[in-house]
């Protein structure tokens, strides 16, 4: 019976764990040094906002490890001996290992700013952020966060559901220009606003103040203005917790370096999940993808690979999604920032006259296949866009039959006639015709 050792155990290390469950008879050990069970990292937010409690957080009763032979160990390992295959923890015994997965997540970015020590600056990842960001706001009445990604949306909102003033700094001119287009960044940028958030862009943080008790008291912005704040979120991204293998066998870069099986450099030895940094990523996927879901895939994978099955991590069409406050993001394939110099990429993009709704569709010019979607506002369905990128279907097709794509209910308003009417009207000389009706999609793609 082999010994395979889990480090982390957020959903990559889990899904790993559940999956070598089910596969064989292994002796299965997680060790997290976070928390002693696993839970949901999305959903941290709604505890902040009194909409969850913590408890809700957990996929799985706390009995389930036990029944199901998983032992968990809540514990900090400070070294990894990888010649003798012994992790080294803090007050416990040696733990040796057969096989040993490393899914150690990642840590919030910081970047050295004067104050950033203080107590009351802070990022957002795990529990025991959420347990300090829970302390530290009590009672307070001005913040301030720093990062426009997804995080610093999140904390805007956290904060504002307790009454706290939210100045929001974006070094970009609108919100997330470097990965949305520039009209879905000024929708969003405009619908923060309107939600009371101080957004304010351009602006780029100097230094964090001292209240004079070791506390945050305020911000110098680079401009020389200084902002009152007792809370500081930081959400400048995430670089993987690989600190402490740094100075090991182990072949690192931004993050633990693997193939295409998810095998590091060193015997029995994997990585998977927001640690991972793949030597050559598989098509249409960058290096390091810090997504619950590519997650979830490699850890389904690493089981596999670990039971001699002949497969590869194969995480197919890239998809995400968001919520800003009430609007919800989706994108899938590819959509970058800006179309490429060369013109062989081609753009098509609708918006509500009221400015809460959108929806773009990348095409190649050559052979008009869809290359990626954004969309705002408007529900899709995962499977049809992924099928669509997937068999390169034209633009004129997706538009034909976009209804089979929306999600909403059957009572809401529907859009594609506006839609595709946008597009006639930009393409008068071969105008599309809806040929899908919603209700066709129980038949079609069940």
């Given amino acids: 019976m082999r010994h395979i050792v889990i480090l982390g155990n957020g959903i990559a290390g889990i899904t790993a764990a559940r999956e070598l469950r089910k596969q064989g008879d292994d002796r299965i050990t997680v060790i997290s040094a976070e928390t002693d069970h696993f839970f949901s990292r999305t959903a941290l937010m709604y505890v902040y906002m009194g909409h969850l409690e913590f408890e809700h957080t957990k996929p799985y009763e706390d009995w389930f490890w036990a029944k199901n032979r998983i032992d968990l160990l809540r514990a900090q390992v400070t070294n990894i001996d990888f010649e003798r295959q012994m992790l080294h923890c803090e007050g416990n015994q040696p733990i040796q290992y057969d096989v040993l997965i490393l899914a150690v997540g990642s840590k919030p970015n910081f970047f050295g700013w004067p104050g950033q020590e203080l107590q009351g600056v802070q990022g957002l990842y795990g529990k025991p952020d959420l347990d300090q960001m829970e302390s530290v706001t009590k009672g307070i009445k001005q913040a301030v966060v720093v990062g426009g990604g997804l995080i610093g949306i999140e904390l805007c909102e956290m904060l504002l559901t307790r009454g706290i003033q939210v100045t929001f700094l974006v070094r970009e001119n609108s919100f997330w220009s470097s990965v949305l287009p520039t009209e879905e960044s000024v929708l969003v940028t405009r619908h923060i606003r309107e939600h009371h958030v101080d957004l304010r862009t351009g602006t780029e943080l ?203 209910p059957e009572f809401f308003r529907q859009y594609e006639p506006d839609i595709v009417g946008k597009f006639n009207a930009q393409h008068p000389d071969q105008p599309v015709v809806l040929k899908a009706k919603k209700g066709l999609f129980s038949r079609i793609f069940s």
Wanted: glycine letters at 8%; aromatic letters at 10%.
């Fill in 206 to 408: 100097a230094e964090i103040v001292d209240d004079g008790s070791s506390r945050v008291g305020g911000v110098v912005l680079k401009s020389g203005e200084t902002l009152p704040a007792q809370f500081v979120g930081v959400a400048v991204g995430v670089s993987p917790n690989i600190d402490f293998l740094k100075n090991s066998p182990l072949d690192t870069d931004r993050g633990i370096l693997v193939n295409e099986r998810l095998e590091t450099n060193l015997p029995n030895v994997y990585a998977i999940g927001d640690c991972v940094q793949h030597r050559i990523p598989p098509d249409g996927r960058k290096p390091l993808e810090q997504i619950w879901y590519t997650g979830r895939i490699m850890g389904e994978t690493v089981a596999d690979i670990i039971n001699n099955k002949s497969v590869t991590y194969q995480p197919g069409v890239f998809f995400n999604s968001a919520k800003f406050f009430d609007v919800e993001y989706q994108t899938y394939g590819t959509v970058a920032n800006f179309l490429p110099k060369d013109g062989s990429e081609q753009t098509f993009y609708w918006e509500h006259p009221a400015g809460k709704l959108a929806l773009r569709i990348n095409y190649r010019k050559q052979d008009q296949a869809v290359t990626g979607m954004n969309t705002l506002g408007i529900r899709q369905r995962q499977e049809v866009w992924q099928q669509w990128i997937g068999e390169k279907r034209s633009i004129r097709y997706v538009l034909e039959h976009l209804p089979l794509a929306n999600f909403d």
